[in-house]
């Protein structure tokens, strides 16, 4: 069986999001998109951010080295492997940075604006452009390029020299990373509606893992079929609207757990092997968690965090320091939990009691990827295009 080699993807930073895609409008809608508005995202407006509280530093940590992108108006995901950062700019410029220097490798162009990458496993990168079209490259080298049935913002995957493609639609795609063949296509009937946001595609050993709807589901990569059905959480509320909850990406693996948090509504993580439910708390929230073996993290819409103890989900501590900052999803590093927010601050936490260890500052506009780390260094980027990479010393 073949095993999938799944680049280091750690991160998607999204605005809070108050629209949906409807399935049924596809097939109505040559955009391919319908917009609903949520009443609790759209009314009221949101509170003003929290003051940031003076930080004595207990840890030692730096600034080592920046770049600079067009800007990142999509959800970036960045993909860390081999020793370098994979990343991309609104643009369609396409680049791997060493993670040590932040020198180019190679660089490349899509050509034309992106709504959703990087997915790399080192040797091959892809990303979806505002057109619908995946495109495909070796390093620098353009492979090739597919068209797209539906609008994408879920960075595709690539691995086992496959590409793994979803769309807002939640359709899954497989292509031949060579030549680009069309090789499988998933669907499953499921809710009328679904988020346009980046959902999860990520690797488990041989296995595809794909959210759909609230549920984590395994496919055979070889045939796009079903190998197993696990659901986070179950629908709530009395309309189409209030039950949406679509796990949001990217996925935290953290050996044979995988964990995912469902638009809204809740915090889960499954056991893969065998696949079933680990455990699931109610934890309303748009982005991703993020976590280790030993803790799961994230902030809800008001930007409390809460960090649960991976093994049974208990909660383990909340910080409510850092409310209405625009949080991103979080990375945890050995005993630090790293969060960015929407002054392009990069909040160091402790992943003990939550404490606030240490603050770096960035180019002051949203830090809008999940930062990810490449050995020592760990990387964050900016709405403005800011790439900054930091290292403890």
Same mark, same amino acid.
């Given at each position: 069986?073949?095993?999938?080699?799944?680049?280091?993807?750690?991160?998607?930073?999204?605005?809070?999001?108050?629209?949906?895609?409807?399935?049924?409008?596809?097939?109505?809608?040559?955009?391919?998109?319908?917009?609903?508005?949520?009443?609790?995202?759209?009314?009221?407006?949101?509170?003003?951010?929290?003051?940031?509280?003076?930080?004595?530093?207990?840890?030692?940590?730096?600034?080592?080295?920046?770049?600079?992108?067009?800007?990142?108006?999509?959800?970036?995901?960045?993909?860390?492997?081999?020793?370098?950062?994979?990343?991309?700019?609104?643009?369609?410029?396409?680049?791997?940075?060493?993670?040590?220097?932040?020198?180019?490798?190679?660089?490349?162009?899509?050509?034309?604006?992106?709504?959703?990458?990087?997915?790399?496993?080192?040797?091959?990168?892809?990303?979806?452009?505002?057109?619908?079209?995946?495109?495909?490259?070796?390093?620098?080298?353009?492979?090739?390029?597919?068209?797209?049935?539906?609008?994408?913002?879920?960075?595709?995957?690539?691995?086992?020299?496959?590409?793994?493609?979803?769309?807002?639609?939640?359709?899954?795609?497989?292509?031949?990373?060579?030549?680009?063949?069309?090789?499988?296509?998933?669907?499953?009937?499921?809710?009328?509606?679904?988020?346009?946001?980046?959902?999860?595609?990520?690797?488990?050993?041989?296995?595809?893992?794909?959210?759909?709807?609230?549920?984590?589901?395994?496919?055979? /990569?070889?045939? $796009? #079929?079903?190998?197993?059905?696990? +659901? =986070?959480? @179950?629908?709530?509320? *009395?309309?189409? &609207?209030? %039950?949406?909850?679509?796990?949001?990406?990217?996925?935290?693996?953290?050996?044979?757990?995988?964990?995912?948090?469902?638009?809204?509504?809740?915090?889960?993580?499954?056991?893969?092997?065998?696949?079933?439910?680990?455990?699931?708390?109610?934890?309303?929230?748009?982005?991703?968690?993020?976590?280790?073996?030993?803790?799961?993290?994230?902030?809800?819409?008001?930007?409390?965090?809460?960090?649960?103890?991976?093994?049974?989900?208990?909660?383990?501590?909340?910080?409510?320091?850092?409310?209405?900052?625009?949080?991103?999803?979080?990375?945890?590093?050995?005993?630090?939990?790293?969060?960015?927010?929407?002054?392009?601050?990069?909040?160091?936490?402790?992943?003990?009691?939550?404490?606030?260890?240490?603050?770096? /500052?960035?180019? $002051? #506009?949203?830090?809008?990827?999940? +930062? =990810?780390? @490449?050995?020592?260094? *760990?990387?964050? &980027?900016? %709405?403005?295009?800011?790439?900054?990479?930091?290292?403890?010393?």
């Amino acid at each position: 069986m073949m095993q999938l080699r799944i680049a280091e993807v750690l991160g998607t930073k999204v605005p809070p999001i108050s629209r949906l895609l409807s399935r049924a409008a596809i097939t109505r809608l040559s955009a391919g998109v319908l917009l609903v508005s949520l009443g609790a995202c759209s009314s009221g407006g949101r509170p003003n951010p929290t003051p940031l509280e003076p930080v004595q530093p207990q840890i030692a940590g730096r600034q080592v080295w920046s770049v600079r992108l067009d800007s990142v108006r999509f959800p970036l995901a960045v993909a860390a492997r081999d020793g370098q950062f994979v990343i991309a700019g609104t643009d369609g410029t396409v680049m791997a940075l060493d993670a040590q220097n932040g020198a180019i490798r190679w660089r490349a162009q899509a050509g034309r604006s992106l709504s959703a990458g990087v997915g790399s496993d080192g040797r091959y990168a892809a990303v979806v452009t505002t057109a619908n079209e995946l495109v495909v490259f070796e390093r620098e080298t353009r492979l090739w390029s597919a068209p797209l049935n539906s609008r994408t913002s879920t960075a595709p995957l690539v691995a086992g020299e496959r590409v793994f493609v979803m769309g807002v639609d939640r359709v899954v795609h497989a292509f031949d990373v060579l030549d680009g063949r069309r090789l499988w296509t998933y669907r499953r009937a499921g809710e009328p509606l679904t988020l346009a946001q980046p959902g999860v595609v990520a690797a488990y050993k041989d296995t595809l893992v794909v959210g759909q709807g609230a549920s984590l589901v395994g496919l055979d /990569p070889l045939k $796009g #079929t079903l190998r197993w059905d696990v +659901p =986070v959480t @179950s629908p709530r509320g *009395t309309n189409e &609207v209030e %039950r949406l909850n679509d796990l949001v990406g990217p996925l935290l693996r953290a050996g044979d757990t995988l964990c995912a948090r469902a638009f809204q509504t809740a915090v889960g993580c499954v056991s893969a092997d065998p696949a079933r439910l680990r455990w699931s708390r109610l934890a309303g929230g748009h982005n991703a968690v993020g976590g280790n073996a030993e803790l799961v993290a994230g902030a809800d819409a008001s930007d409390r965090i809460t960090a649960w103890r991976s093994g049974a989900g208990e909660i383990a501590w909340t910080n409510e320091r850092l409310l209405y900052r625009g949080l991103s999803a979080p990375l945890v590093v050995g005993k630090t939990v790293i969060f960015g927010d929407l002054e392009g601050q990069v909040h160091f936490l402790s992943s003990i009691d939550g404490r606030v260890q240490l603050r770096l /500052p960035t180019d $002051g #506009t949203p830090v809008v990827a999940q +930062p =990810v780390v @490449s050995g020592t260094t *760990t990387l964050v &980027v900016t %709405r403005a295009g800011g790439v900054y990479a930091f290292r403890p010393e």
